[in-house]
């Protein structure tokens, strides 16, 4: 059985998570939403999406066109609540990263959330090569602003991340990290068991809460199944592959989980005799009774005897 905490927090963020997926009390303006008008809009996609309600192709307009026929949009379906979908903000990142808080920030409303992706392993644009070189990175201001943040991780570089660190090696580096030329995504990337999200939320409190889940891949494949699923997501430590064996959290015999080292941290029963029979300093001065405080000293010959001191 769970510890209480544990049962705890498990409850209470998966019904967080559930909450932003579902959009549900507004809980916030930069999270995934259903069962609204989605407005799409296109950097890196050619084709409308499936379960897209409006299109919009940015990547074959001008700024100001297709902003304009956004916000055309957004007035068009007041009424109704709505959901930005941006594919890509890599390309405004590297034009407009001045710009992009204050861009972004116009679109949003109370019932307008914006949910934006940003690809992380899309090499970015120098500091130097910006008008301002002190000026925060693009991602850095996007990360700000953001009142929840997912990033996806492989489920195969997790538990490779985890296996060396309970062997206590480096661990192990992927994509661009890992400083190979031409080597953007490392091997195991594109796993077909689904992926691990990264959450971090932010409260109108300013508490923010983070956790690792697990997202498997999604069953249903038709329109209609879409509409009635609903998400299995589960906490990455009760993911089987990832959380530690019942052998391993069994305790051993004695009831007391004892350290594995190659050193012999108990004692023998003639050790514990020896040890209790050692009289500790001053062991007589604590047994004194309530005659009050007593110091008992005795004067070594290498002590030297003041007599203005001493005496007392």
Do not use: C
Request: charge should be negative; charged fraction near 25%.
């Amino acid at each position: 059985m769970a510890p209480p905490n544990l049962q705890h927090r498990r409850t209470h963020n998966l019904l967080l998570i559930s909450k932003l997926l579902n959009q549900r009390d507004a809980a916030s303006p930069f999270t995934l939403a259903s069962n609204v008008k989605t407005i799409f809009i296109s950097f890196d996609t050619l084709r409308k999406p499936r379960a897209v309600d409006l299109f919009v192709s940015a990547w074959s307009q001008s700024l100001q066109a297709w902003q304009k026929e956004v916000m055309s949009l957004i007035k068009t379906h007041s009424s109704q609540r709505k959901l930005l979908v941006f594919d890509s903000l890599n390309s405004l990142a590297a034009t407009e990263s001045a710009n992009l808080p204050a861009l972004l920030s116009s679109f949003i409303s109370p019932t307008t959330p914006l949910l934006a992706v940003y690809h992380t392993d899309i090499p970015g644009r120098s500091p130097h090569a910006q008008s301002d070189p002190y000026a925060p990175a693009p991602l850095t201001l996007l990360k700000y602003l953001a009142t929840t943040i997912f990033t996806t991780h492989s489920l195969h570089h997790v538990l490779a991340h985890k296996a060396a660190r309970e062997r206590s090696h480096v661990e192990p580096s992927f994509g661009l990290e890992e400083g190979v030329e031409g080597v953007l995504q490392g091997l195991g990337a594109n796993g077909t068991k689904g992926v691990v999200l990264e959450m971090e939320h932010r409260r109108k409190s300013g508490r923010g809460v983070r956790e690792w889940y697990f997202l498997p891949p999604a069953s249903a494949s038709t329109p209609a199944a879409l509409g009635k699923s609903r998400e299995n997501v589960i906490l990455l430590e009760d993911h089987p592959d990832y959380r530690p064996s019942d052998a391993t959290l069994a305790e051993p015999p004695g009831g007391e989980a004892e350290a594995q080292s190659t050193f012999e941290l108990g004692l023998t029963e003639k050790q514990r005799q020896d040890r209790d029979g050692v009289v500790l300093p001053y062991f007589e001065a604590q047994r004194g009774g309530g005659e009050g405080g007593r110091i008992l000293y005795d004067m070594g010959s290498e002590d030297d005897f003041d007599e203005e001191e001493d005496e007392i």
